[in-house]
Nanobody
Framework: QVQLVQSGGGLVHNGGSLRLSCAAS????????VGWFRQAPGKEREGISC????????YYAESVKGRFTISRDNAKNTVYLQMNSLKPEDTAVYYC??????????WGQGTQVTVSS
């Protein structure tokens, strides 16, 4: 079955850290760009980070730059999002997605991240 399975969300205090994982099954994640998105209640979905399939180049939204780090472990067919210095405004459901040519074909199930003040 082709799918992305997310793990690692939860509740953390202001300033804390979490690491989200996005593991692919049924396909090789190496060949796909992977993005992380989040959606807070009442807000639109926001793209916060992505990593390319070719050279591993990365992108970060200004809202997370310097605090979040995206990485990939091709041996484990997994992409990670390390989130440090978390703030209450980072509270959202986080999604990973994999795709090629600018289109995301596969989406994870979403994981809740809650940062308490």
């Amino acid at each position: 079955q082709v799918q992305l399975v997310q793990s690692g969300g939860g509740l953390v205090h202001n300033g804390g850290s979490l690491r989200l994982s996005c593991a692919a099954s049924g396909f090789t994640l190496d060949y796909y760009a992977v993005g992380w998105f989040r959606q807070a209640p009442g807000k639109e979905r926001e793209g916060i980070s992505c990593i390319s399939s070719s050279d591993g180049s990365t992108y970060y939204a200004e809202s997370v730059k310097g605090r979040f780090t995206i990485s990939r472990d091709n041996a484990k067919n997994t992409v990670y999002l390390q989130m440090n210095s978390l703030k209450p405004e980072d509270t959202a459901v986080y999604y990973c997605a994999a795709g090629v040519a600018g289109s995301y074909d596969y989406w994870g199930q979403g994981t809740q991240v809650t940062v308490s003040s």
